[in-house]
């Protein structure tokens, strides 16, 4: 029995709260030093499945629970605590939530002081696991000031520091930027060759499968559609659902002889007058700090749709928070319709420019949707009947109509992220500016949502040019880039260092990895068929040239 | 900015006490002018000189230190002082019973022809409530910026309070970073939606309901990420057993001699007053001499 470090059994929960099961006759047993990669769309019993094991469930969570989770033998639900976070040490998605102490050393000290061990012995760990992650320059740093990939070694190396042998790992790459993922999977994969035996539930599977897990679980419906090895992926499992390797999505399409969608070539417009210029603009927050934005240059101009890549804290939101008048430049000048945003209030600016910011819980707060929908054309003095009108419209747009006197708190993550963008909708704003539009969403989700957002119709034109003459999003994701923009901003060093189409821009790879954007599969693949195709295309539609 | 105090490090006599000697010392002032109530300033004077030495010791640069002290001094002047003056609560009773002679009056309510009588008596009592209270305050002052965030729960711990205690103060300022940046974020949100915070009109109620776009968000952030802290506390076990505190704290000769001084400053006080009748309200008569 206890050959295995976990073994689970017809295992099943209901939460208290909700009718349904969360996870269904779940059956699987893990090896000392096997990687299993958890996959599958949101709702479908991962973090269920997830609080099982690290022993949340039964103890935080109340509800139904059926079956068997046995750690080195043990059943979870008859083990303490502190035995137990011994035995299972968990990630979770949000880095800045778990970090419990305000510098690092006192983080990573953390679980061994609540075990009560001794100083000395509690020190050699905290040493240990820093020199073991590399951050040990980390030592004395203040933990609210870390980048995201420096905050999720630290939240790593305080779970290190209790010595558990299996490590749970939910969603650990949703805050980080490309590199940093790619970084912290490199560590996960090590901890396995270490003997450790390791979880990593993730829906970013063409990342996940850089590392080779050694077995992907995928789950639907909180019951799992497949458990096996990862070669055997592409025919079990929906492309449309988790995101694969590009080249995998092309010989799927083959293989089940879809024809291969092209949309029409969005519509070219003739450049006018811009709607937004930067004019030489440098910013920095205070003469004590330094700068964060050198130099910048950028107009946009009606038909944009403009992808803004680069790394984490290189500016970006700076940038485009200067765009909505939130922030003013410390030198250069901002225009917006050829108005200077110091001699403009942002609910002035708000007109022109509609901001959705990454975290829906950052802007709802209406008791209905609908409420939360008027907010926006209210402030701005809209007519009753353009108010009504324009909320009837947002949400047909975001194919929420049915959530219409929904509370917003009360709805999925996704569908909170789509009432943002449908309260920004309501605006009527000529731009739409999205910090991070698919953050926080699985594959499938975000992929309906910008293909709704951005998917071309037969005219060339897509719900976007319809209703914006132009919109900008922040990403990480280069794909994102790839398959929806026709402009692609590369920020980095407190300027913008590449500016044009994505086929110009995105093609140095070398140029973009200096930039800490990492290239993907689909990217390739897109670069070799470019001669071609003649210009970027998603995955499917490749299919047709590959 | 929500949180604009800074700390930082500094080879200052101050920085190098143990965090308990400044907490207890501050705690010894304030007992000794609060518990046997001493309004001489004879004896708060000196007090306030020690204060106020110990103040300029921390050598705090003042760029960072001049919102507090604006909040400070308006308060303690305008606040205390002005209320002082008007009603003479807040302290020793004598303050308003004894015969003093009568300055002016301030009408009130002068259509209910409530004239509030202006004393001398008073206005010696507002003058040593401000310094009382200052000499309170100006060491309060420097600790944020002075004490280490991340010393409070051990200093907590070791001064006998439990582990749940302790522990909650490091978590305090842990999140209040979090929070004030949550705060910070949802203002923009919420006015790159038009909204303006400058145009909140109407009654309080209505005022109240329109900052609730501000509000909600930010409540909803706490908590959501409260639970996730509980859990990821959970998940390391803590509270499971009697827990270490990584960081020691041991008294230096420096420390003795603060908390000497602190203890002597308080008993003294308790001596003078209990013992010898000396310390309690009084006008003193040259006071009295300048206005009459």
Redesign the interface.
């Known amino acids: 029995m206890s050959d295995f470090p976990l073994v689970v059994e017809n295992l099943s929960f209901k939460y208290r709260t909700r009718p349904e099961l969360a996870v269904e006759n779940v059956s699987f047993e893990l090896r000392q030093g096997e990687l299993l990669l958890i996959a599958g769309s949101s709702g479908c019993g991962k973090t269920t499945l997830a609080r099982c094991i ?3 469930i039964p ?2 969570y109340r509800g139904e629970r059926k079956g068997k989770v046995l750690l080195q033998g043990r059943d979870v639900a008859e083990m ?3 035995e137990m ?2 035995v299972v ?2 990630l ?1 998605q ?1 880095p ?8 690092v ?2 983080e990573i ?11 000395e012995e ?2 050699s760990r905290v040493e240990q696991v820093m020199k073991r992650l590399n951050i040990e320059y980390l030592h004395e740093r203040e ?2 000031n870390l980048s995201g990939g420096e905050k999720q070694k630290v939240a790593l190396a ?2 290190l520091a ?1 010595s558990p042998s299996i490590l749970l790992l939910d969603e650990p790459l949703a805050s980080l930027d490309p590199a940093s993922a790619h970084e912290a999977l490199a560590v996960f994969r090590s901890l396995a060759d270490e003997g450790k035996t390791v979880i990593l539930v993730e829906h970013r599977v063409e990342d996940a499968i850089s590392i080779t897990p050694d077995r992907l679980l995928y789950m639907e419906d909180g019951r799992i559609k497949y458990l096996g090895p990862i070669k055997n992926l592409p025919n079990e499992i929906d492309y449309t659902q988790v995101k694969l390797p590009a080249p995998w999505v092309v010989q799927r399409v083959k293989a089940l002889d879809n024809a291969p969608v092209v949309s029409p070539r969005p519509e070219e417009r003739e450049r006018s007058e811009p709607l937004v210029v930067f004019e030489d603009v440098d910013f920095r927050y205070d003469e004590e700090y330094p700068f964060i934005l050198q130099n910048v240059n950028l107009k946009i101009y009606p038909g944009d749709l403009i992808a803004v890549l680069g790394p984490n804290g290189a500016g970006k939101s700076t940038l485009v ?1 200067h765009a ?1 008048g ?1 922030l003013k430049p410390t030198k250069g000048r901002v225009l917006v319709e050829g108005r200077d945003t110091r001699t403009m ?3 002035q600016i ?2 022109v ?3 959705v ?1 990454q ?1 829906p ?6 008791p209905t949707v609908h409420e939360e929908l008027e ?2 054309p209210k ?2 003095g809209f007519e009753p009947e353009l108010i009504s009108k324009s909320i009837v419209e947002s949400l047909a747009t975001v194919n929420m109509k049915e959530f219409e006197e929904y509370p917003p ?1 009360a709805l999925s993550f996704g569908q909170q992220k789509r009432t943002t963008i449908a ?2 909708l309501a ?1 009527r704003s000529k731009i739409l500016v999205m910090d991070e539009p698919t953050a926080g969403q699985d594959f499938a989700n975000y992929t309906r949502f910008m293909e709704a957002l951005c998917g071309t119709y037969d005219g060339g034109s897509s719900l976007l040019s319809a209703n914006f003459d132009a919109t900008l999003f922040i990403t990480h994701d280069i794909d994102l880039a790839v398959t929806y923009a026709n402009r692609v901003l590369l920020f980095g060093d407190k300027h913008v260092v590449a500016d044009g189409a994505p086929e110009d821009v995105l093609k140095d790879v070398d140029f973009l990895t200096k930039y800490r954007v990492r290239p993907t599969s689909l990217l390739q693949l897109n670069l070799d068929l470019l001669p071609k195709t003649g210009r970027f295309l998603p995955a499917e539609s490749l299919a047709g040239f590959a | 900015m929500l949180v604009t105090w800074k700390y930082r490090l500094r080879d200052t006599f101050i920085q190098r006490l143990d965090p308990r000697t400044r907490l207890i010392f501050l705690f010894s002032i304030i007992f000794a002018l609060t518990i046997p109530e001493i309004w001489d300033l004879r004896i708060i004077l000196p007090i306030f000189a020690i204060s106020l030495t110990l103040y300029f010791m921390a050598r705090i640069e003042w760029k960072d230190v001049k919102r507090g002290w604006a909040f400070i001094l308006v308060f303690v002047i305008f606040i205390v002082g002005i209320n002082g003056v008007l009603s003479g609560r807040g302290g020793p009773s004598s303050v308003t019973n004894i015969e003093s002679p009568i300055l002016f009056y301030v009408p009130v309510l002068d259509w209910f022809g409530w004239m509030v009588p202006i004393t001398v008596s008073k206005l010696w009592f507002a003058l040593n409530q401000i310094i009382r209270m200052l000499t309170m305050a100006i060491l309060a002052i420097p600790i944020p910026y002075t004490m280490d965030p991340n010393i409070y729960g051990t200093a907590f711990k070791r001064m006998g309070a439990s582990d749940n205690v302790s522990f909650t103060m490091d978590l305090a300022f842990r999140f209040l970073p979090t929070f004030a940046r949550d705060f910070t974020i949802t203002v923009d949100a919420q006015r790159a939606r038009g909204y303006e915070m400058e145009s909140l009109k109407g009654g309080l109620v209505e005022r109240i309901r329109r900052l609730s776009p501000l509000i909600i968000p930010v409540v909803m952030q706490s908590t959501v990420t409260g639970e996730e802290v509980i859990d990821a506390m959970d998940l390391r076990a803590f509270g499971t057993s009697k827990r270490t505190w990584i960081k020691t704290l041991t008294y230096a000769p420096r420390d003795y001699f603060m908390l000497g001084l602190g203890a002597a400053i308080f008993i003294s006080c308790c001596v003078l007053k209990w013992g010898f009748g000396i310390g309690g309200f009084f006008v003193p008569d040259f006071f009295t001499n300048l206005f009459v």
């Open positions: 690290n022993g949340l103890r935080s303490e605590i502190a976070s011994q040490g968990t979770l949000d800045e939530r778990q970090i419990v102490a305000s510098n050393f006192n000290a953390f679980g061994p002081e609540n075990l009560g061990l001794p100083r509690i020190a933990t609210f305080g779970m209790m928070k909505i939130l209030s942002v609910a708000a007109r420019l509609g901001y910011f975290s819980t950052h802007m709802l707060y209406a907010f926006g402030n701005l708190l309260a920004v605006m």
